[in-house]
Structures are given as structure tokens and as C-alpha cells.
């Protein structure tokens, strides 16, 4: 465990690594490409007929649950799964919350909005020897929140859902984020549709798969009194009509058909881009990546994140995230072209930077 204050970056986030970078190949934004696909946005376009009425959001809600075989007094839609982090920051009171903890490396807004809320945070650092698994005997039993990532961001690390749901304790709430579990085929460690697992509250972001960041949609899963506090710490209509059209399609059969058909072509892009980092003697990329991106640790990281920009891509550092150090990358899974233009881009930047 270790205090919260450090000098780590909460607030920086792939998308500031892309700014005024036109013509450069995108690998710092966790976004799937070439996304949205036409019909999505033929039926995003639909909707703006609708905008003179205030967003209704019940068949959303409605096609949310039943894709998880749940009641829609479970689901709460959001703009995107962040806002859902400063919902549960800001509800904590209510909740009884006074001992939240976060595990990390992971996704940062979570305790961005904790500490902007006035909480006092612990942090889990999950360590690299371990190849960041989760410890559970390294979350404080005093702990009556926990926040973890599975798939993990930035790790790419997939933690068995036993191992998570036994973080749950009465009257702790155990807080999943699951926003990239639907880049995982078959999605086999989910927690989502369980009603089984105590105090538990399920993280899903549409924005990922879709490539709908700029339009903002994602959902809490949780116990109805639970979605029924965060509901009170949200604006009046918070969704927008067009990111409720998305959200009900996004959940239709065919789209699920379609981001399992994507989730198995990302695996085997990952699976190339791994052997193709497993060449270079200078980087290690974290085993058993999971999700449409991967973990890598090479000395200069710096260096080679700058030349590799010169060269035409642009990556993830790494250092902002709590647990890793400025030896750190994060690589988006791209298809197998873009990634052997990658790999050949790196191998110059690991000469450039490292000499040989």
C-alpha cells in the first residue's frame, strides 16, 4: 500500500498524446479502429430528429438489462464510464463509504474523482515481478471500497472473476471496471450480469468498441438501491438522445455478434504484435495481455516514445499511471499491417536511442 501523494499525472490520458498529430499513426488511444462502422452511425443520425424532445432513456435502459439478463432497476446509463466514477465519488457518503481503496496500475479517473470529492485514497500497487496479478491479501480488510480494472488499463492483465468477486465483504462495495471486457473473447471472467456478489458494482463503457468516445455512453450495473443513490448525483437527462440510440444499439444482437466477431480479431492482432515485441531483446511487454492494448517496459522509454513519434506513431507513456515509472509504454492493438510498420519503426528507435 502507499499514500496517495506522489507526483503521477492523474488527469493525463491517451487522447492528450494525440492532440495536433495529424498524420501520425494513432497507438495511444485505446479506441478500436476504424470505428463507428456505417450502421452505427446511420443509426446515431436517426436520432437527431429527436433532439427537440428531452432524452428519454428507458428503452436504452431496457436493451442494457436484457443483454446482461438483468432488471432495469439494476442498470444506470451514463456519458461514458467516467462520469460513473464521479457518480460513485460523490455518493459515497450515502453509501457509507469512508476507507476507499484503488488497486493500480490502473485506469486513473477513479482516484482522480475520489480525491476531487475530499476522499483520502490507499492505493494497492500490484507489482511488476508478479506480473501484476491481484494479491487479494494486499487490499486492506479495513477497506469498504475497492476499485479495480479487469481487463486492466494499462497492464492488459485479465484477473479471474473468483478472484475478484472474493474481494467482496458485507459492507464493502467492490467497484469492477469492465469498460474493455467486450474486446475479451467469450468474456469469460465478467462479472457483470452476476446478482450473486455482494455490494457489487459493474463498470461498462460503449465508447471503446464502438469508437463513440466523442459521443459519450457507458453504464453502472449494481443493486437498485445502489443505481438508485447514483441516479440522485446525476444532472437532470445526462445522456444525450443520440448516445442513447448508440447505447440501444450497441446492445442489439447484431452489434454483440459484431464486437465478438472484433474481440477475436483483436486477440489474434495482439498475439502478433506480442511475438513481433518478444524479438527485441531491450523490451518486455507484460505476459497474458487480454485486452485491445499491451504493457511494455523498455530503458529510455522516453527516448524511444519521442523517436518513435518522429518516426510516425504515437504511444502511450506510461508514468502517469501509479505503480509504473517512465520506463513504461502502452501500445493500442492495431491490425497486422499498421503493426509491422510499428515493429519496423521500433527497431529504429530502439537503435536511435540505445545504439547498436
Not at 500500500?1 to 499513426?25: F, K, N, P, S, Y
Request: hydrophobic share 50%; charged share 20%; aromatic share 4%.
Amino acid at each position: 500500500m502507499h499514500a496517495h501523494t506522489d507526483q503521477h499525472d492523474l488527469r493525463h490520458h491517451g487522447d492528450a498524446e494525440v492532440r495536433d498529430c495529424w498524420g501520425l499513426t494513432d497507438l495511444a488511444v485505446n479506441v478500436r479502429a476504424g470505428t463507428p462502422p456505417d450502421w452505427l452511425r446511420e443509426r446515431i443520425a436517426e436520432s437527431l430528429v429527436s433532439l427537440a424532445a428531452y432524452p428519454d432513456g428507458r428503452a436504452a435502459r431496457a436493451a442494457v438489462a436484457a443483454r446482461h439478463g438483468l432488471p432495469a432497476e439494476r442498470v444506470l446509463l451514463t456519458a461514458g464510464a467516467a462520469e460513473a466514477f464521479v457518480l460513485l465519488a460523490r455518493a459515497l457518503p450515502a453509501l457509507g463509504v469512508r476507507r476507499p481503496a484503488v488497486v493500480h496500475p490502473q485506469f486513473t479517473e477513479p482516484e482522480a474523482a475520489l480525491r476531487d470529492a475530499g476522499h483520502t485514497v490507499t492505493r494497492v500497487v500490484l507489482r511488476a515481478e508478479d506480473g501484476f496479478r491481484l494479491d487479494p491479501a494486499a487490499v486492506p480488510e479495513s477497506a469498504d471500497l475497492v476499485v479495480i480494472g479487469n481487463p486492466t488499463n494499462p497492464t492488459s492483465v485479465l484477473h479471474p472473476a473468483s478472484v475478484i468477486a472474493g474481494l467482496a465483504r458485507p459492507g464493502r462495495i467492490l467497484v469492477v471496471d469492465e469498460a474493455f471486457m467486450d474486446a475479451v473473447p467469450g468474456e469469460p471472467e465478467a462479472l457483470a450480469s452476476r446478482t450473486d456478489v455482494p455490494g457489487l458494482v459493474v463498470l461498462r463503457s460503449l465508447t471503446k468498441t464502438w469508437g463513440l468516445a466523442g459521443l459519450r455512453i457507458g453504464y453502472v450495473l449494481a443493486a437498485p438501491e445502489t443505481i438508485a443513490l447514483l441516479a440522485q448525483a446525476q444532472p437532470l437527462w445526462p445522456v444525450s438522445t443520440p448516445a442513447l440510440a448508440a447505447a440501444q444499439a450497441c446492445v442489439s444482437p447484431r452489434a454483440l455478434a459484431e464486437a465478438a466477431t472484433a474481440a477475436e480479431c483483436v486477440a489474434k492482432d495482439r498475439a502478433h504484435l506480442m511475438a513481433g515485441l518478444a524479438e527485441f531483446d531491450e523490451v518486455q511487454a507484460v505476459e497474458g495481455a487480454a485486452g485491445p492494448f499491451v504493457l511494455i517496459r523498455v530503458d529510455r522509454a522516453d527516448a524511444v516514445r519521442e523517436r518513435l513519434r518522429a518516426l510516425g506513431f504515437v504511444v502511450r507513456r506510461g508514468d502517469t499511471f501509479p505503480g509504473l515509472d517512465r520506463d513504461w509504454l502502452r501500445l493500442a492493438v492495431r491490425d497486422r499491417a499498421t503493426t509491422n510498420r510499428v515493429l519496423q519503426a521500433l527497431d529504429q528507435a530502439l537503435t536511435f536511442t540505445h545504439g547498436g
